[in-house]
């Protein structure tokens, strides 16, 4: 083999002929030869006809995306974006909101009891609802949410109350829609785990439409979701856009974030109540004696609308403010000029500011009637009065 090895000759890479270039083109005009028309290089190859049928098919395209103007009545400062949690029981709702008030408002949601409104950027503020397994809840919810939140256990599969949901909000004009698979703790094998997230996004597409975005929680840490996995998702619903929906545009809607009951106390529990519901209003425009609908308790006339101060404030209005309040007390700028800073590049923590009545964030209580503030005993401390002596015991 090693003496043959010498013998055989290797073949020479054969020249090939140029075919296009100048030198070919050259050598084609010596020749004679007349460059036909390429029918692979240019578009319209088939004549006149060919051309008409490509811009018809074109313009029919075209003419196929187009739809009628969209009003858009919400103010310059929009109302807050209405984001409904929704999922099986122990699937990880209440986690997952209070997850997400950590990563915007800085701050422990201790109880969530009712809708959280949060700022979430610098010209966006968002309410959080948790959606209960009631079907006249979720019916409601369907009508207002701008986004919603399928939550998914991964370690379950899907459940009944997620196609119900689903079901309900196709009838209500679909709106934009997360899922988020969790429990995926439990699978130790990542071979299975990726097979899993497969298996349920191909599932979660049938159900919604091709391409449907869904996020994945890994497990706990200090009581909530990860840090980078809460963030990426948080970063996710700062952009969504709401659609708009020719129905709500024509029908104002309130989202009663907070009531107070007005009766006079000494008539009886039977007698027709007077209630002060607070909350931003919605689509068009809202005003005195029209009539109202209660869900789920009837048609009411609207005795005062009153506009008051915002409870959640956006940060271009608390910036505003404090400039504001700079000039009048004089602290102005070398020039005269008042010093103005970005500071809207980042939220600072008077930014962060979190509306949540009926909730406990850090030490507050709000309920219908007062606002508490709860105050650890270890934290209780008297100023003692002069001359006074501390006693040994307290009283009982």
Not at 53 to 81: C, G, W, Y
Not at 256 to 283: I, N, Q, S
Request: proline share 6%.
């Amino acid at each position: 083999g090693a003496g043959g090895a010498g013998g055989d000759k290797k073949k020479k890479k054969q020249h090939k002929k140029r075919n296009s270039g100048v030198k070919a083109k050259k050598k084609q005009e010596k020749a004679g030869k007349v460059e036909r028309h390429n029918p692979k290089a240019n578009t319209f190859s088939g004549g006149v006809k060919s051309v008409q049928k490509r811009v018809r098919f074109s313009l029919e395209r075209a003419s196929k995306k187009e739809h009628a103007p969209r009003e858009d009545k919400n103010p310059d400062v929009p109302p807050p974006f209405v984001v409904v949690v929704q999922g099986p029981p122990g699937v990880g709702k209440t986690t997952l909101i209070h997850s997400l008030v950590k990563q915007w408002a800085r701050q422990k949601l201790l109880k969530m009891r009712g809708p959280v409104t949060l700022v979430s950027g610098r010209e966006r503020r968002i309410t959080i609802i948790e959606c209960s397994q009631d079907v006249s809840c979720m019916l409601d919810l369907a009508k207002i949410a701008d986004l919603v939140i399928l939550m998914i256990d991964g370690s379950f599969g899907f459940e009944l109350e997620t196609f119900e949901f689903i079901n309900i909000l196709q009838n209500h004009g679909f709106p934009r829609i997360l899922g988020v698979l969790t429990h995926l703790d439990g699978y130790k094998d990542n071979k299975q785990l990726r097979k899993v997230k497969k298996t349920m996004k191909h599932r979660f597409w049938t159900e919604c439409f091709d391409g449907a975005k869904l996020f994945y929680l890994s497990g706990l840490q200090y009581g909530r979701y990860h840090r980078l996995e809460v963030a990426n998702l948080a970063r996710f619903i700062a952009v969504q856009r709401a659609q708009v929906l020719s129905w709500r545009q024509s029908h104002p809607y309130v989202l009663g974030l907070r009531w107070e009951d007005h009766t006079d106390p000494a008539l009886p529990p039977t007698a027709p109540r007077r209630l002060d519901v607070y909350g931003y209003v919605y689509g068009g425009r809202l005003r005195d004696g029209t009539q109202v609908h209660l869900a789920g308790v009837g048609d009411f006339h609207i005795a005062q609308l009153k506009r008051l101060p915002d409870p959640c404030p956006p940060p271009a209005d608390v910036e505003s403010a404090r400039r504001k309040a700079k000039e009048e007390a004089g602290q102005t700028g070398p020039g005269g000029k008042a010093k103005v800073k970005n500071a809207l590049r980042t939220l600072a923590e008077r930014h962060r500011v979190i509306y949540a009545p009926g909730s406990d964030v850090g030490s507050i209580t709000v309920d219908s009637e007062a606002m508490y503030i709860n105050v650890a005993e270890h934290q209780v401390g008297f100023t003692k009065k002069e001359g006074e002596e501390e006693p040994r015991e307290l009283p009982e």
